[in-house]
Nanobody
Framework: QVQLVESGGGLVQAGGSLRLSCAASGRTFSMSAMGWFRQAPGKEREFVAAITWSGANTYYADSVKGRFTLSRSNAKDTAYLQMNSLRPDDTAVYYC?????????????????WGQGTQVTVSS
C-alpha cells in the first residue's frame, strides 16, 4: 500500500513558479509509476504529467509541456512537480497518484492511490 501527501501549493502571480512535492510511504513507491492530475472547479480531473518507475521517462499534457517538469527521488520516496510560467488557467487542486506495477500511464482510472490534493491559485 502507498500513502501520498502533497505539499507546496499556494497563491502565485501569473508568470511565477511553484514546486509541488508528493511524499510517499510504503515499500512499493519505487515500483510505481507516478502521476500528477488537477481539477478546477466545475471541471473533470485531468492528467498533467507522469513519470516511470526509474524516473528516466516522463510524459506531459500538451497544456503544460515546456513549463512543468516532473521528477522523482526513490531514495526519498518523493516526486516533484516544478511548475514555471504559471498561468491563471493552471489554477486547480493538484493531486499526485501512484500506479503499482505499471511503467507509465495517464488515465486516472489506472492509478491505485491518490493524495488529498493541494490548491494552486494563479492570479492574473
Amino acid at each position: 500500500q502507498v500513502q501520498l501527501v502533497e505539499s507546496g501549493g499556494g497563491l502565485v502571480q501569473a508568470g511565477g513558479s511553484l514546486r509541488l512535492s508528493c511524499a510517499a510511504s510504503g515499500r512499493t513507491f519505487s515500483m510505481s509509476a507516478m502521476g500528477w492530475f488537477r481539477q478546477a472547479p466545475g471541471k473533470e480531473r485531468e492528467f498533467v504529467a507522469a513519470i516511470t518507475w526509474s524516473g528516466a521517462n516522463t510524459y506531459y499534457a500538451d497544456s503544460v509541456k515546456g513549463r512543468f517538469t516532473l521528477s522523482r527521488s526513490n531514495a526519498k520516496d518523493t516526486a516533484y512537480l516544478q511548475m514555471n510560467s504559471l498561468r491563471p488557467d493552471d489554477t486547480a487542486v493538484y493531486y499526485c497518484a501512484a500506479a503499482l506495477g505499471v511503467v507509465i500511464t495517464t488515465p486516472p482510472r489506472t492509478y491505485d492511490y491518490w493524495g488529498q490534493g493541494t490548491q494552486v491559485t494563479v492570479s492574473s
